[in-house]
C-alpha cells in the first residue's frame, strides 16, 4: 500500500543515494518506527472488545482470536488492514533481533530481517483483515525463524 504522506515526506529528504546513507541514522529508524507504530484505528477498534495492543508476539495472537467485525465496514476494511499490517511489523521490529522497517522509494514499507528477506507486512495485514488468513501470528513465528 502506497503512504502518499511518507512518500512526500521521503521526496524532501534528498536522492536516492542520500536516503540510502539516512538508513544507518537511528533517529530517522527510531521516527518511522514510531510513525508505523500508531496503528490508532486498529488499537481503537480492537480495544473497544476488550483488546489492549502491547506490541508482544502474544497480542498477534489474541488479534488473530477476534471475531472479524470490519469485514461488515467495506469502507474501513483496507484501513484495519493496512493498520494490521503495520502492528505486524512493529511487534517484529520491537522482537526480534536485527529486524528492521525499510521504505522503498515509492513509499511501501516493508520489515527488513536481519537475513535480509522482507515481509510485505502491509499485504498480509490486509490479507488477514479480508480473507483471514495468513494469521499474523503465523507471519509473526515465521518471521522469527528466519
Not at 89 to 98: A, F
Not at 111 to 126: F, Q
Request: proline share 8%; glycine share 8%; charged share 25%.
Amino acid at each position: 500500500m502506497n503512504i502518499p504522506f511518507l512518500d512526500n515526506w521521503l521526496k524532501r529528504h534528498g536522492t536516492e543515494e542520500e536516503r540510502a546513507a539516512a538508513e544507518d541514522d537511528p533517529e530517522r529508524a527510531a521516527a518511522i518506527a514510531e510513525l508505523f507504530a500508531e496503528c490508532e484505528l486498529l488499537r481503537v477498534r480492537v480495544e473497544r472488545l476488550g483488546l489492549e495492543l502491547d506490541d508482544s508476539p502474544a497480542s498477534l495472537a489474541a488479534l488473530d482470536q477476534l471475531p472479524p467485525r470490519w469485514r461488515d465496514d467495506p469502507e474501513e476494511l483496507p484501513w484495519i488492514g493496512n493498520d494490521a499490517g503495520l502492528y505486524l511489523g512493529t511487534v517484529i521490529v520491537r522482537t526480534i533481533p536485527g529486524a528492521s522497517w525499510y521504505v522503498w522509494p515509492g513509499g511501501h514499507p516493508v520489515v527488513r530481517l536481519a537475513s535480509g528477506r522482507e515481509i510485505g507486512v502491509v499485504e498480509a495485514g490486509l490479507d488477514w483483515a479480508v480473507h483471514g488468513a495468513p494469521e499474523l501470528s503465523q507471519v509473526y513465528a515465521e518471521a522469527a525463524e528466519a
